[in-house]
T-cell receptor, first 116, second 114 residues
């Protein structure tokens, strides 16, 4: 069973550019969440998508956006990149637990973004 | 507000037990989790515990939950060098349909000396 696949694994951009990261969830998983990981702030929740709809959003500026496709694959986009956007971006997928049950997230290996 | 705190470092000798501690602030948390991250990799779920339980054991891992003190611990018995990694504590709230929003601690880096 394939895991969560994130592409690209590494990328370097310059300030002001924009970037798109991709996430393919585990087959059968309909929920996709994105997290930003930095040494200073740790893991911070960006947003969660389920059935092509954003279900929850973290406290990030509007430069950070995402979407989910009908096959559950998800992309996130960061526009007008800043140096502080350098981070490991992690995607996680899960089955829908409804209103109860544990959030068993399976994470991908991440996309490491460096902004110069 | 929601906050999860952990000590940043722990060093143990191979064969000893490791205990990683975590405190959380949201009393409405329904599940608490432990994840492991090895260098260059994403997070791997180790175990989780429902908030109405006190203890959960899974092979070498024992999770203890003190809901009154909002304290969670992970004990790794017979720690091996392969257990060296960063361990994250996380909590989730029941938002009635929202299942992706885990709040993570900053992680405890476990170093195992041979």
């Amino acid at each position: 069973k394939a895991g969560v696949t994130q592409t690209p694994r590494y990328l370097i951009k310059t300030r002001g550019q924009q970037v798109t990261l991709s996430c393919s969830p585990i087959s059968g998983h309909r929920s996709v969440s994105w997290y930003q990981q930095t040494p200073g702030q740790g893991l911070q929740f960006l947003f969660e998508y389920f059935s092509e709809t954003q279900r929850n959003k973290g406290n990030f500026p509007g430069r950070f956006s995402g979407r989910q496709f009908s096959n559950s694959r998800s992309e996130m986009n960061v526009s007008t990149l800043e140096l502080g956007d350098s981070a490991l971006y992690l995607c996680a997928s899960s089955r829908d637990r409804g209103s109860s049950g544990a959030n068993v997230l399976t994470f991908g290996a991440g996309s490491r973004l460096t902004v110069l | 507000g929601e906050d999860v705190e952990q000590s940043l470092f722990l060093s143990v000798r191979e064969g000893d037990s490791s205990v990683i501690n975590c405190t959380y602030t949201d009393s409405s948390s329904t599940y608490l989790y432990w994840y492991k991250q090895e260098p260059g990799a994403g997070l791997q779920l180790l175990t989780y515990i429902f908030s109405n339980m006190d203890m959960k054991q899974d092979q070498r891992l024992t999770v203890l939950l003190n809901k009154k003190d909002k304290h969670l611990s992970l004990r790794i018995a017979d720690t091996q060098t392969g257990d060296s990694a960063i361990y994250f504590c996380a909590e989730s709230m029941n938002y009635g349909g929202s299942q992706g929003n885990l709040i993570f601690g900053k992680g405890t880096k476990l170093s195992v000396k041979p």
